[in-house]
């Protein structure tokens, strides 16, 4: 079978090899893939930021969807032939989060599914939703998950509640989508315009272009008359954090996931303890919360953003298209 392999840290360093048919062990499952879905973690572990310590050679990427080949011993619920999806954070199935999950999320150090066949354990996989193909169903995993967390699992999103995402990748687009269905207010940012025009096809309440108005949380502000957003969907990083804070309303909750402008900054704490925020870090979510996100989607079916899909061949474009920035939604890869 054939599976990326990166050799040393960066994206010129991936490359596909042939390597042997994996063998699922106890509590194991062999996966055909059919589809993956790209998100920015993937390539600050290609490029070696995420974590510069991970061993290599190995094959990356985190999230897929396929069909089961084989199961190994003692796995119970699965068999040959199941349609599948992946499950991010392999080792958190419910209950708080531990520092230890950390060591079984998909894409390294745990394992990754950028190739043909992969062995995975048996808790690390999903059933696909009804209604929804392989291409679709990779979306989910890490996008979908982190922004039903923000939402739901700590932000306990109520009807008629204002929320605020920044940008337009694949958990801002995915929290816009979930938080339209449960009938809140949103509010999302972009540099452009014709992003902004594509969210509001996709139910954005208001769009703010950040470029054109650099203090946009004065605008948020304004468009909530005063009191800002309940949630804040925060993925900018340091660059970002101190405007979320103001345009988060008093008691309301900045959900933190990502750091795209950088994870050092001076940030006036001030919002914080005035107006009694709650800033909570968000590493995707457990089994369990997927679980509930499935049967969400199950009574309110929407359809995944998908900007480009890539052949398999052709992964190492589709992370440059990533690069850019220039997408909308999510970008897959397909088998």
Same mark, same amino acid.
């Given at each position: 079978?054939?599976?990326?392999?990166?050799?040393?840290?960066?994206? /010129?360093?991936?490359?596909?090899?042939?390597?042997?048919?994996?063998?699922?062990?106890?509590?194991?499952?062999?996966?055909?893939?059919?589809?993956?879905?790209?998100?920015?973690?993937?390539?600050?572990?290609?490029?070696?930021?995420?974590?510069?310590?991970?061993?290599?050679?190995?094959?990356?990427?985190?999230?897929?969807?396929?069909? +089961?080949?084989?199961?190994?011993?003692?796995?119970?619920?699965?068999?040959?032939?199941?349609? +599948?999806?992946?499950?991010?954070?392999?080792?958190?199935?419910?209950?708080?989060?531990?520092?230890?999950? +950390?060591?079984?999320?998909?894409?390294?150090?745990?394992?990754?599914?950028?190739?043909?066949?992969?062995?995975? =354990?048996?808790?690390?996989?999903?059933?696909?939703?009804?209604?929804?193909?392989?291409?679709?169903?990779?979306?989910? =995993?890490?996008?979908?998950?982190?922004?039903?967390?923000?939402?739901?699992?700590?932000?306990?999103?109520?009807?008629?509640?204002?929320?605020?995402?920044?940008?337009?990748?694949?958990?801002?687009?995915?929290?816009?989508?979930?938080?339209?269905?449960?009938?809140?207010?949103?509010?999302?940012?972009?540099?452009?315009?014709?992003?902004?025009?594509?969210?509001?096809?996709?139910?954005?309440?208001?769009?703010?272009?950040?470029?054109?108005?650099?203090?946009?949380?004065?605008?948020?502000?304004?468009?909530?008359?005063?009191?800002?957003? /309940?949630?804040?969907?925060?993925?900018?990083?340091?660059?970002?954090?101190?405007?979320?804070?103001?345009?988060?309303?008093?008691?309301?909750?900045?959900?933190?996931?990502?750091?795209?402008?950088?994870?050092?900054?001076?940030?006036?704490?001030?919002?914080?303890?005035?107006?009694r925020l709650r800033i909570c870090g968000i590493m995707v979510d457990s089994r369990a919360a997927f679980e509930r996100l499935c049967a969400f989607l199950a009574q309110h079916p929407l359809e995944p953003v998908i900007d480009r899909v890539f052949?398999?061949?052709?992964?190492?474009?589709?992370?440059?298209?990533?690069?850019?920035?220039?997408?909308?939604?999510?970008?897959?890869?397909?088998?």
């Amino acid at each position: 079978m054939r599976a990326y392999q990166l050799d040393r840290f960066a994206l /010129d360093h991936l490359h596909l090899a042939d390597m042997p048919d994996p063998v699922p062990g106890p509590g194991e499952v062999a996966v055909d893939m059919r589809a993956l879905s790209l998100n920015y973690r993937d390539l600050l572990v290609i490029r070696g930021q995420y974590n510069p310590n991970l061993r290599l050679p190995a094959t990356p990427i985190s999230d897929g969807a396929g069909v +089961v080949s084989a199961v190994g011993p003692d796995v119970r619920g699965l068999r040959a032939g199941d349609a +599948v999806m992946t499950h991010f954070v392999a080792g958190w199935i419910d209950g708080p989060f531990r520092e230890q999950y +950390v060591a079984t999320t998909l894409g390294l150090p745990a394992a990754g599914v950028a190739a043909e066949r992969v062995v995975l =354990p048996a808790q690390a996989l999903l059933p696909l939703p009804a209604g929804f193909d392989f291409q679709q169903a990779a979306t989910l =995993p890490i996008a979908a998950l982190t922004a039903w967390s923000a939402l739901v699992t700590e932000g306990n999103l109520q009807p008629g509640q204002v929320v605020l995402t920044l940008g337009t990748g694949g958990v801002s687009v995915f929290a816009l989508q979930l938080a339209k269905a449960m009938n809140a207010t949103v509010i999302i940012t972009s540099s452009s315009d014709e992003k902004l025009a594509r969210a509001r096809e996709l139910g954005a309440d208001h769009t703010i272009n950040y470029r054109t108005r650099p203090d946009w949380h004065r605008e948020v502000l304004r468009l909530t008359g005063g009191r800002g957003a /309940d949630i804040t969907v925060e993925n900018g990083g340091a660059g970002t954090l101190s405007q979320s804070l103001r345009a988060t309303r008093a008691g309301g909750v900045v959900a933190m996931l990502g750091a795209l402008t950088g994870l050092s900054a001076d940030v006036n704490l001030a919002p914080v303890l005035m107006k009694r925020l709650r800033i909570c870090g968000i590493m995707v979510d457990s089994r369990a919360a997927f679980e509930r996100l499935c049967a969400f989607l199950a009574q309110h079916p929407l359809e995944p953003v998908i900007d480009r899909v890539f052949p398999f061949e052709q992964l190492p474009d589709a992370l440059r298209w990533m690069e850019t920035g220039r997408h909308v939604g999510k970008i897959v890869v397909a088998f």
